[in-house]
């Protein structure tokens, strides 16, 4: 069956300028996730959604920041006014189950955005 | 606050031997612990875990240890390949929080 996929897969825009990176989920996948992968950095994490809420928003670098997940399905991730220092490679994954229990979570192949 | 760390950026082996990529946390919260593998252009896939509770977990060729009075883990990659040359990162899950909290990442370079 079909992964995570994600839209664009590169995204070139300049500064100030507002960004919509989308993701799809594994079909039935309740569990949805944000990270992003900076430059020589780790993943980090940002968001995470179960179902269509977003239970924590705490990696969520600046109120620049937002996402959404509709019908427990397609999530997406906006950046308000980008910056430089917010061009890195976005990464969704999802997972079959909740957070609550560990379960394995699927990746994306990322969308990378470059801010001029 | 690096939760987990990966202080190898960079490991270079030969075709055949083993490799060992090395991961230390902070955080005695952690209940599961995991290794993912990243090929340029594409997502981490998953590669293994491990359970808090078990200090080796084995699959093929893949061997994950874990120390937990040391907050250390290994993985141990035998024999090496060049196919297993990629980006391996360390990741941590506290199933309280469900956050995967990942290390900078290894580069793996398996030589033929």
């Known amino acids: 069956g079909a992964g995570v996929s994600q839209s664009p897969s590169n995204k070139v825009t300049e500064k100030g300028k507002d960004v919509e990176l989308r993701c799809d989920p594994i079909s039935g996948h309740t569990a949805l996730y944000w990270y992003r992968q900076s430059l020589g950095q780790g993943l980090e994490f940002l968001i995470y959604f179960q179902g269509n809420s977003a239970p924590d928003k705490s990696g969520l670098p600046s109120d620049r920041f937002s996402a959404e997940r509709t019908g427990g399905s397609v999530s997406t991730l906006t950046i308000q006014r980008t910056q430089q220092e917010d061009s890195a490679v976005y990464l969704c994954a999802s997972s079959l189950l909740g957070v609550t229990t560990y379960n394995e979570q699927f990746f994306g192949p990322g969308t990378r955005l470059t801010v001029l | 606050d690096q939760q987990v760390k990966q202080n190898s950026p960079s490991l270079s082996v030969q075709e055949g031997r083993i490799s060992i990529l090395n991961c230390d946390y902070t955080n005695s919260m952690f209940d599961y612990f995991l290794w993912y593998k990243k090929y340029p252009a594409e997502g981490p896939t998953f590669l293994i875990s491990?359970?808090?509770?078990?200090d080796k977990n084995e699959d093929g060729r893949f061997t994950v240890f874990l120390n937990k009075s040391a907050k250390h883990l290994s993985l141990h990659i035998v024999p090496s390949q060049p196919g297993d040359s990629a980006v391996y990162f360390c990741a941590a899950i506290s199933s309280n929080t469900g956050k995967l909290i990942f290390g900078q990442g290894t580069t793996l370079q398996v030589k033929p």
């Open positions: 491990i359970s808090s509770i078990k």
